[in-house]
């Protein structure tokens, strides 16, 4: 970075999340809206009066000859992500992707080196572990009041939008699996993935996956393109208590049940074992607001700032992507995939 007050930054893609993050930086204190680029002339002019100071382009390459850019947003199609992060951190820009980073783990693993050796930050958008509800859920975990994790229950469906160049897999299970292996601490073992094509549409609309871990915990995702109602939803079970997230509720983010199951040694050699259920209270604790959008953006700007390794790095994006290579086999084989060696933390 140079020695100007501001850090000069570049957005490329302006879809979905790209004009998100073109105003999130525009509205920034430390930060200028430098450049945006989209191969749609028509994106760079919804977004042309955003900040004073910006240009627009067609052509990513063209900024990143800009040596008073300092790091670039990455927001494109993922078939685009490596040769554009490739070219970003050649340049010496440090980057802020969407997720996925890629769909092969050894490309992953490759531009992780390769941020290493130019000393440049390489950070993917898992915008969910920016989450106050998310982060108030894995401090729960870590004091022990949920007690062993037993299951996890994951539900991101919903009425498209559909995409044509991923499948609803590719496109919703990298945050849930990001919270996943968050939550969990423990080496998830195999992967098992249900789905169909249900539209025209080649890729598949609506899948089902089952991740197994080594402490015996286990999650399901549920991922559709084609429900009538959106839901985004997250259900942990421990044998102390339970936790329910749901993220389209304005009020009740969290809920916190101090429900559960244990089993009682009767002694008997006939029904060995009675069941005592615990039906207690409901809390519903109050969770700051914040954009998680945002609390993703200041993360990266601080990184740059301090030069600090980000939480959602390179190497996160590599443990999430090596389950959703495992998840695809197993969609296009039917098989139970085992992950050897085990994918740790």
């Known amino acids: 970075m140079n020695s100007r007050n501001k850090i000069n930054l570049a957005v490329i893609g302006l879809g979905y999340w790209g004009p998100n993050f ?36 067609d052509d990513y390459r063209e900024l990143l000859k800009d040596k008073e850019v300092d790091a670039v947003i990455i927001a494109t199609p993922a078939k685009t992500h490596y040769q554009i992060i490739k070219a970003c951190l050649m340049a010496g820009k440090d980057v802020l992707v969407e997720k996925p980073i890629d769909f092969l783990s ?19 958008g898992h915008v ?22 037993l299951s996890l229950s994951f539900k ?12 609803v897999m590719w496109d919703l299970a990298p945050h849930d699996i990001s919270m996943l292996l968050y939550f969990i601490d423990a080496r998830p073992v195999s992967v ?8 025209k549409n080649k890729n598949e609309d609506v899948v089902f996956v089952t991740i197994k871990f080594a402490n015996k915990a286990i999650a399901n995702l549920h991922l559709s393109w084609i429900d009538p109602i959106k839901i985004r ?34 002694g008997s050699s006939f029904g060995g074992f009675q069941a005592a259920i615990r039906d207690g209270d409901v809390l519903i604790p109050q969770i700051p607001t914040a954009e998680p959008l945002r609390e993703e953006f200041n ?36 098989r139970v995939i085992l992950l050897s060696p085990p994918i740790g933390r």
């Open 156 to 167: 991101r469906v919903g009425l498209g939008p559909i995409r044509k160049d991923v499948n």
């Open 192 to 199: 098992f993935a249900a789905g169909q094509a249900l539209n």
């Open 233 to 266: 939803q997250v259900t942990i079970v421990g044998d102390k208590k339970m936790i329910v997230f749901d993220d389209i509720s304005l009020t009740e983010k969290l809920k916190i049940f101090d429900k559960g199951v244990s089993y009682l040694d009767t």
């Open 299 to 334: 993360h990266f700007i601080n990184c740059i700032q301090n030069r600090k390794n980000p939480i959602t790095d390179a190497q996160e994006a590599y443990r999430v992507t090596k389950i959703l290579e495992a998840a695809q086999k197993s969609l296009k084989t039917g």
């Open 106 to 124: 050894r490309r992953v693993k490759e531009l992780s080196k390769l941020s290493a050796g130019k000393k440049k930050i390489l950070m993917v």
């Open 128 to 149: 969910f572990r920016f989450n106050p509800a998310v982060v108030r859920i894995k401090d729960r975990i870590d004091q022990g009041s949920l007690g062993k994790i």
């Open 22 to 57: 073109a105003r999130i930086v525009a509205q920034s204190s430390v930060a200028n809206l430098k450049w945006c680029c989209d191969l749609d002339k028509k994106n760079l002019e919804k977004i042309k009066n955003l900040s004073s100071t910006m240009r627009l382009t």
